[in-house]
């Protein structure tokens, strides 16, 4: 049995060595987070050396998408931006920017979309925000040093919602010291568009009023493998006029950009901004998005392969539209037509375009089926600039056994002439003519249109009209309806009642009901 002395010395040794062992395992717990402190500091402080390395004949190309939600619509801008190095040297780079981007628009509703430079009254609030879009019609050439610095631009490459030019996208400014965080900040201007009238190339902008601004971009590195630098980025463009203490105008964002070391160039980017316009009495926001991704050198080629068939095919159709002016000027007409015909035997446009103006005013005399094959010509060119103007004289010139030649155009036209070809068709009161006019009240953008000529046109239409009834399509069903209220007879309603047995469809049996009952209305039933 151990003696009270002897337990105070086994008690006090294992003490000790319990204090041993914690305090050897505070050391290695110490020292792990003294070498990792070191190491995040080193990372911390670490100078990462980025530049464009690009050199001269390289070719480089990314692919770009823009959304925009506004209140009514969404706007998609998309496209493909290209890079052609022209000249370099140790210190600078020369690039040749080339591309544009395609704008597209979706409806939040169900109604047509009219796009806002059409209008005359109320207006976007942003559609009058711009940048400087001097010289605009000069080559778009950068140059820049290595580090991104753009020193000059040739050219412009203007886009919407402040975003700033296309070729700058993608050419983000490096840090010459090679920071691990940097920043850019210019004093800047916005104007302001009146939307009074529309602005005309030749006379420029009508500018409201330009407030000055202030453009401050953050760059962060926040990660980095062998190949790649991810870089984390926070853009402030504001005016300097407030509203309530916030800025007038202000387009503020964050985003991610990847850098390629190997390569010297930006490889992908995402952005997200909330574009701002206040007012004493409202404020703006439109949220948007830009990504752009560097296309590789298969895509790329793909893309000009593309390009360069579209291109075929452009130029097919402009030596279609040089066809269509070439055709002889009949002998036996009056010198006044002919010197009319002659005119739009060029191609120049305004030329054209007011001899097809003066063909629409003639009043002849006689049918003249030449002219009118001439003028048929000139429309299946598919010339849109001429296409309205053709289409009204066709209306003055147009024979009874041009309407297979009508029926066909009334298919290829767009809605500026849809109108004229119309009128020129039941002009000539044919049976196939009246129902291929009739068929129009099945598409959306010509219908409202096509009911108001059969209307226009009678009685004599009614038949065309009802074979068109499709209680399974709505649409056509009011229209359909729209017309028989005004020219059907004891004909449309034997048809309706006919179909009302038949049919279960509760929209078709109430608009039916309300055109049954103006038609006995008007027919004294």
């Not at 998408?65 to 190095?85: F, K, M």
């Not at 206040?278 to 593309?306: C, F, G, N």
């Not at 009043?363 to 849109?384: A, F, H, M, R, Y």
């Not at 038949?463 to 009834?469: M, P, S, T, Y």
Request: glycine share 4%; charged share 25%.
């Amino acid at each position: 049995m151990l003696s009270g002395i002897q337990l105070r010395d086994l008690f006090a040794s294992r003490c000790d060595g319990f204090h041993f062992i914690t305090r050897r395992l505070s050391e290695i717990i110490l020292g792990a987070m003294l070498v990792f402190l070191v190491q995040i500091s080193g990372y911390a402080a670490e100078k990462t050396k980025l530049t464009y390395t690009w050199e001269q004949g390289q070719h480089f190309a990314y692919r770009i998408n823009i959304i925009a939600t506004l209140d009514d619509y969404t706007e998609t801008l998309s496209g493909v931006e290209q890079y052609e190095v022209i000249k370099s040297d140790s210190d600078s780079i020369s690039l040749r920017c080339t591309g544009s981007l395609n704008s597209t628009k979706k409806s939040k509703s169900k109604r047509l979309l009219i796009h806002p430079m059409r209008l005359h009254r109320h207006r976007s609030p942003f559609t009058g925000l711009t940048h400087n879009m001097m010289r605009s019609f000069e080559p778009h050439v950068l140059n820049m040093n290595r580090y991104g610095e753009i020193d000059t631009i040739k050219g412009s490459s203007s886009l919407p919602y402040l975003i700033g030019n296309l070729s700058e996208i993608n050419l983000i400014p490096l840090s010459p010291e090679s920071n691990v965080e940097w920043s850019e900040s210019e004093k800047t201007s916005i104007s302001i568009i009146s939307s009074d009238r529309i602005p005309l190339t030749l006379r420029g902008a009508n500018v409201e009023k330009t407030m000055g601004a202030k453009q401050t971009t953050d760059y962060k590195i926040t990660g980095q493998t062998a190949e790649e630098v991810s870089i984390e980025v926070k853009h402030s463009y504001r005016t300097i006029a407030m509203v309530d203490g916030s800025p007038e105008v202000e387009l503020a964002g964050t985003g991610t950009i990847q850098f390629d070391k190997k390569q010297g160039g930006v490889k992908s980017l995402t952005m997200n901004y909330k574009l701002f316009r206040r007012s004493e009495t409202s404020v703006h926001k439109i949220p948007i998005s830009i990504s752009s991704k560097q296309m590789t050198k298969a895509e790329l080629l793909k893309y000009r392969a593309d390009q360069k068939e579209l291109q075929k095919k452009h130029q097919a159709e402009i030596k279609k539209r040089k066809e269509a002016s070439k055709f002889e000027v009949p002998e036996n007409i009056d010198a006044d037509l002919k010197n009319i015909l002659q005119d739009l035997a060029t191609t120049n446009v305004l030329k054209r375009k007011a001899a097809l103006k003066k063909l629409s005013e003639s009043k002849p005399t006689q049918e003249n089926p030449e002219i009118s094959k001439i003028l048929i010509k000139v429309l299946k060119s598919g010339d849109i600039i001429v296409v309205a103007d053709a289409s009204k004289a066709l209306v003055v010139w147009s024979t009874k056994e041009d309407v297979p030649a009508l029926i066909e155009l009334l298919s290829q036209v767009n809605i500026l002439g849809a109108d004229a070809i119309m009128d020129s068709i039941l002009k000539h009161q044919t049976t196939e003519g009246v129902l291929a006019v009739a068929k129009l009240l099945k598409e959306p953008l010509k219908s409202h249109n096509a009911s108001k000529k059969l209307i226009a046109y009678g009685s004599g239409a009614e038949e065309a009209v009802l074979d068109q009834l499709d209680p399974s399509n709505l649409l056509t069903l009011v229209r359909v309806f729209s017309v028989l209220k005004e020219i059907g007879t004891e004909k449309s309603l034997k048809k309706i009642d006919e179909i009302s047995r038949s049919t279960k469809n509760q929209n078709f049996k109430f608009h039916a009901a309300a055109a049954v009952k103006a038609i006995k209305a008007r027919e004294g039933k």
